[in-house]
Every structure is written in structure tokens, then in C-alpha cells.
């Protein structure tokens, strides 16, 4: 049992940090083996909180390296899930499911365990353990980590052997919860307020009035229309449409390289510091997502069945910002503020009175070169002369981003 403690130990060591969920599992398997566990393979399986992921998986074997996968809302129950041992147990809410494999009466009703017989293994565990995490819900009544266990050995499991995994899987499953809720934090925060944003609120700077100032190109867009489409399809239709139209401009954005600062009603407020990668790179970036967002918006309007034709004005602008916290000391947001965001929403706004959808400040378009075009100066908030402003012709420019 000492050897099982050590284990223990090193588990609360990754408890105490950030580690890898598969690589932990992986080592922890093997850990058990060195201290004659006869686990020849084994999965580990956890939900977690994401926009896009609904579950994660671990799969381990002797001898091979440790496979990590995960599991996306969107996709679809294949029919192994659905005749899996591994379901079965969640939806029995049992504390263990076992299947001995050896011998011709052994009952194999999952098609996984046939196969697992074939290629020699002798005995079959899963084992749930709930704790309670953030999650969406689900088919299955609690949350946590399950585990699948698997030898090769003559005899199976002995009850010493299932009295070392059933005392592992505990610590297991404390490691286990701690780094899936810094995962889900880091989610969280990613989600909500960018990349960029969340991770510098993660790294401590939450207090009212944390900031820095930064060189950004700043790319605004606003949808055209956007209160007569609302009336026109109601509440339920139109968060349907606003969605698809975030998707042609946030998701260029994203795409690009930027950062998605919010989303104001039906506005995009996106950002493409300039920082190490320099002025030209962040422009060009910045174009790239103009020009994803007309194509976007093009390959759309294209498709019959849109409710209604998606048209947006795009503004960019350059300059220094103010990116931090702001609002008051219990309610925060973190972005930008500064004469060079506000320059862009005026900006989107003449794109309607010009005639074109993108426009831009001098210092952009000195870097698109030929594809600017002069429409004239105007007053601009902050400034004290009027300002040239220049649109942006349809010839993609050569991405760098």
C-alpha cells in the first residue's frame, strides 16, 4: 500500500498545479502498473463548461501513448455511444459496472466488451465519480469524471486490485476537479471578454481602473437596418439572424487574428493590437477581415432562404488606446475606450451618407495602397480639422496575417 500512497502524494502535487489532464491520467496509469496493478487500458471521460465542447476523453493503452479527444456539442450519438458499457453505467447511476470476459458464458451484451474479449482482456470496470462543476445539462443526472478499466491478466481484477483503483480514482478525481474548474474559468473568461481580455483579468488585473495604453487598429461594425429587420421578425428570429450576422464579423475578426472587444446592440467592436508583429501586420490583418466579412456576407445573401438581405457598415481606424477595466469597482467591463474607437463609430456612420461599406483613416489606407480611394474629409469627435477618410475597393489584398 505504500507504493499506492506515493501515488496518492503525486496526485495531490497535480492537484496543487495546472497540469494536463490526458498526460496526468496517462503517468497515473502507468504509476499504477509499477505498482502491480495489472491496468492494460483505460479512458477517462469528463463534461465540461464550453461553448463548443461538450465532453473530453482520455484513452490510455500499455505500451502506446496517451490519446486526448473531445467531444463537440454539434456532433452527433454514434451508435458505439449508444450501445457503450460507459453509458450504460451514467444512466444506471450505479457506483460500478462490472464484466468479466473470460470464459465462454461470459456475458459480453456490449459490443465493446466482444471486441475487448478478442483481443484478450479478461475483465471490465467502469466506475463513475460525481462532484459538482459548472455544466450544461444533460442526460445524465450529475457531473464529475468516469473512468473504464481494463486487464489482461488470468484472473481479472483480484480485490486487492479494485481496492487500489476505487482508492485512486478518488484522488484522481480530486486532481481531476480542480484543473477541469480552472479550465472552465479560463473559458469563462476567454468567452466573455477575448482572448486577450481574459487572460490579462486571470492574471490578476480586476481592480477598477486596471489598464494599459496600446496601438491598435481598430475595426467597428454595425449592422444596416437592424431595428426595422427586428420588427420585421420578431425577438426569436431576429437573435437567430443577429447571430448569423456576429458570425460574418466577429468571426472574421477572430479568423484574422483579432480580438473581439464587445458586441454593442448590433455593433462589432474588434481590435488588432499592433504591438510585436508592428503596424503593417495589424493593418493587414485588419483588412483580411473586411474582406472575410464582405465575402461572408456575400456568400449569405447568396442563400435564398436568409430571412432577410444582411448588409453592414465597416470602420477602421488606428491610434492609441486605453484597453482596461471599466464601469464600477463590482461591475467591470474590459476594453477600449479612447478618441481612436470613438473616431470609428463616426466613421461606420458615414458609410451609410458615402455610399460604401468600408471606410477607413489615412493611416490605414496609406497601407492598402492602391485599393483606397479618397471620398472627401469630415468633422470626426476629438479632432480639430477635418479629417480625410478613404473606402476600400473590392480587390482582396494579399493576406499576411
Not at 488470468?154 to 482508492?167: C, K, M, P, V, W
Not at 479560463?186 to 481602473?209: D, P
Not at 483613416?361 to 479629417?387: C, I, K, N, Y
Amino acid at each position: 500500500m505504500a507504493e499506492i500512497d506515493g501515488i496518492e502524494d503525486w496526485l495531490i502535487g497535480q492537484a496543487l498545479g495546472a497540469p494536463d489532464m490526458a498526460a496526468m491520467f496517462g503517468e497515473m496509469c502507468e504509476r499504477l502498473r509499477r505498482c502491480n496493478v495489472p491496468v492494460d487500458r483505460a479512458m477517462l471521460a469528463w463534461s465540461t463548461l464550453h461553448p463548443l465542447i461538450e465532453a473530453e476523453i482520455a484513452f490510455w493503452e500499455s505500451g502506446n501513448a496517451v490519446q486526448y479527444e473531445r467531444i463537440a456539442h454539434s456532433d452527433e450519438e454514434t451508435e458505439d455511444w449508444l450501445q457503450s458499457p460507459v453509458r450504460a453505467a451514467l444512466i444506471s447511476g450505479e457506483p460500478m459496472l462490472r464484466r468479466r470476459l473470460a470464459g465462454a458464458n461470459a456475458p459480453q451484451e456490449f459490443p465493446l466488451l466482444e471486441n475487448l474479449s478478442a483481443s484478450g482482456y479478461t475483465d471490465y470496470l467502469v466506475i463513475p465519480t460525481a462532484f459538482e462543476i459548472p455544466a450544461i445539462p444533460s442526460e445524465f443526472t450529475s457531473t464529475g469524471i468516469v473512468v473504464s478499466w481494463s486487464t489482461r491478466d488470468d484472473n481479472g481484477f483480484s480485490d486487492e486490485a479494485l481496492t487500489a483503483i476505487r482508492y485512486i480514482q478518488k484522488r484522481l478525481a480530486l486532481a481531476a476537479r480542480a484543473t477541469i474548474e480552472g479550465q472552465i474559468s479560463k473559458t469563462i473568461a476567454e468567452t466573455y471578454l477575448g482572448t486577450i481580455a481574459g487572460n490579462k483579468v486571470l492574471s490578476g488585473q480586476i481592480r477598477h481602473g486596471d489598464g494599459e495604453t496600446i496601438d491598435a487598429v481598430i475595426y467597428y461594425s454595425d449592422m444596416r437596418n437592424s431595428t426595422a429587420i427586428a420588427e420585421f421578425l420578431g425577438p426569436d428570429a431576429y437573435l437567430t439572424f443577429l447571430n448569423t450576422y456576429f458570425e460574418a464579423t466577429a468571426g472574421a475578426i477572430l479568423d484574422k487574428g483579432g480580438e473581439v472587444l464587445d458586441f454593442i446592440g448590433d455593433a462589432v467592436l474588434g481590435v488588432f493590437p499592433i504591438g510585436r508583429q508592428g503596424l503593417d501586420q495589424a493593418v493587414s490583418q485588419a483588412l483580411s477581415a473586411a474582406d472575410e466579412t464582405r465575402s461572408r456576407l456575400r456568400a449569405l445573401n447568396s442563400d435564398p432562404s436568409l430571412a432577410h438581405p444582411l448588409k453592414a457598415g465597416i470602420a477602421l481606424s488606428v491610434g492609441s488606446v486605453m484597453f482596461g477595466n471599466i464601469g464600477v469597482a463590482s461591475r467591470l467591463t474590459f476594453s477600449v475606450i479612447g478618441q481612436t474607437v470613438h473616431a470609428a463609430a463616426r466613421i461606420e456612420s458615414l458609410t451609410k451618407s458615402v455610399g460604401t461599406d468600408v471606410l477607413m483613416t489615412e493611416d490605414v489606407a496609406r497601407l492598402a495602397a492602391a485599393r483606397s480611394r479618397p471620398v472627401g474629409s469630415f468633422e470626426l469627435s476629438g479632432f480639430t480639422d477635418p479629417q480625410p477618410l478613404f473606402s476600400l475597393d473590392g480587390a482582396p489584398c494579399p493576406d499576411r496575417s
